[in-house]
């Protein structure tokens, strides 16, 4: 059986940092699974990796779309199976890194994911309702309609629940039929980080400060000034939103800086509903009382085992 280590959990704990040691120490290559570094000139906002880090050790899944190009999650899917199968081929070491539960769960997992493309005319008529009837309206559709679907999405998540309508839509099958789970052909190890909730916060908000100080707000403008626009998806995540509305002169400086941070604080709660510190499939380790070495070490033992 082939294998593959992943390693999750939330925002600013070090995940990064450890698929490059474990990487370059096991013949490795990272696979990302975040749902941002995909998109091109999204660069500092979205903790990409250095040139100098993906020079020592090859990444995969990074800057592979420009933001106003519509990527969905079967085909990060497709394009992360055709990566972890080549580095296989070549007898090197996959590692699945990111904080994007939804990205990782449906790889580790084997989703079938439905492969119904974004209909632009849809979305459009979507977006003139939801200004009739509110986000909540468009969820208490979704609940008419697919209940089991509407239980497993949060209601402020309006993209989910946008595309959920859009694939009954375009099949005429409830979104939650369209699923189910293929095995994949790889044996995955999960490695866990965490750490305490204040301790994440803290290198949270430096990580946002030390965004500001390398240039994020003219990053947020370069992209402006190239066309994209701020209601792209792309555009939404976190900093890149706060900053347009900086930018647009909604908030302050100050006010941006503080909003990036309670968004990261509230976004790091939510990544702990998809990598649950009592699933026993994940290895945990508390990088506040674990170091790295004791992680290498663990991982060269499960490695040495036939």
Known sequence: MKRLIAIVGPTGVGKSRLALRLAGRFHGEIVSADSRQVYRHLDIGTAKPTPREMAAVPHHLIDIVNPDEDFSLARYQALAYHAISDIHRRQRLPFLVGGSGLYVRAVLEGWRVPGVLPDPQFRYNIEERAREIGVD??????????????????????????????????????????????????????????????ELYRRVDERVD???????????EKLREMGYDFKLPAMSGIGYRQVGQYLAGGLTLDEAGRRMKTETHRFIRHQYAWFRLRDEKIHWYDVGRQDEAAIEEALADYLEKE
């Not at 468009?138 to 309508?165: C, F, H, Q, T, W």
């Not at 030390?210 to 947020?220: F, H």
């Open 137 to 198: 309206g468009l969820y208490r559709e979704l609940v008419s309609i697919d209940p089991e679907a509407a239980g497993k999405i949060d209601p402020r998540n309006v993209r989910r629940v946008v595309r959920a309508l859009e694939v009954y839509a375009g099949t005429r099958q409830k979104f939650s039929r369209l699923g189910g789970k293929k095995a994949p052909d790889f044996d995955a190890h999960i490695i866990g980080l965490t750490a305490d909730r204040a």
């Open 210 to 220: 030390a965004m500001m100080a390398r240039g994020l707000v003219a990053e947020v």
